[in-house]
């Protein structure tokens, strides 16, 4: 395949909305590559929109229930803090930077979400020190790049306050900036979470979270002025996209109390859990609730009744009751019993201490009890899909696709740079493509 570019740089702004893109059209950066873009403001998102399994989509151009990404964190029944999808040896099948690597280009990945232990030249990894005994500069160097990592903590360390936000992505975007002139890599993947962080902490209109769009308008100008001084813009593609959207909420819904509560979640005198028959697994929007034994249909027909009461009465949050098998036709966990949605105002938290719904207040959020807004919904509520937004090298101007799925964007980036994923999910949108 031809490859129609030398450097392909892809930002993934988490949470980007559809509903921001008439700020961001304004603001000098994003008016600046819009410009030249071909753009869609209407993706659709994947089953359960979260970071994890949309960033792995992006890269595989698969659905989770195929590249195994099913959700943020794992099923650890009762961990307080559950380990999370870091390692690219959950994904199942090719990546996009596997195939650039396998066709000798130079990789780089700045905190790209599952890419721990993989195979990129210049890279760090998005990975928490989640036991009191790790340290986070150890866990991050031992799963990327140690020296380059090692290089950039050296140079800009300064700028982190943990994994506090602005802060920690001023430091990757130094760090990205720092890379693209020093290593010129030919393709590069960079993941922003401050708006996410701010949706979560302060509500999707927040001024917080309006003043994180205008942070990310000038880190995208650092972006495209290093390019530029770097003298690779003219030969570069540059993609900025959003994952999934957010929804405010302000009631948490805690599966996992009913079930404690007939008998099929064993919590100890510790509070910790020690038996279950059934858990529910939160993806925020959604969750879903796994069996101890698949074959146990006496619970799974104990759960269904459960359910089919909550679902009568609107004030219990829950709108829509998938089984396992239904959450994999779109895409989610086909190994879950069952896959619930919740109503708009309402998301999954996986406690079971208290009322079964909790009014969230803002000292639950300071105290990071509960949060003003989430992800995870499914992709048909409304108001709800993503941007993709692609110029430069190779790219047709003013494009505009009126709806595409996050899915397609893996192929289409590997069209770019003229390597190929195999069968995929999503398809190539080739309207964007110069001929
Ligand atoms: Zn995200």
Known sequence: MNRLTEHLIVISFDCLSSLDFPIIEHLPNFRKLLKTASYCKNVETIYPSVTYPCHATIVTGNLPNRHGIINNTLLQPGRHSPDWYWHRSHIQGTTLYDE?????????????????????????????????????????????????????????????????????DDFVLESAVHTIHAKRPNLMLIHFTDLDTQRHLHGFSSSEAHAALIRHDKRLGRIIDALTTTGVYENTTLIALGDHSALDESKAIKINGLLKEHGLLHINERGKVDAWKAYCKSCDGSAYIYLQDDNDLLTKDAILSLLQELLDHKENGIENIMTGKEAAKRGADPHAAFMLEARQGFYFHESWEGNFIDEITETDVIEKRYTHAAHGYSPEKEDYTTVFIASGKGIRKKQIIPTMHLADEGPTLAKLLGIHLGETDGKVIDIIFKR
């Not at 232990?117 to 150890?138: C, G, S, V």
């Open 100 to 168: 650039a690597k396998r066709a000798g280009m130079k990789t780089a990945a700045l905190l790209w979400p599952v890419t721990a232990k993989a195979n990129i030249d210049y890279h760090m990894p998005e990975i928490f020190a989640n036991r009191p005994w790790l340290n986070q500069i150890t866990v991050s160097l031992l799963n990327g790049s140690f020296f380059y990592q090692l290089d950039m903590n050296r140079r800009f360390g300064h700028i982190r306050k943990g994994l506090s936000q602005p802060e920690l």
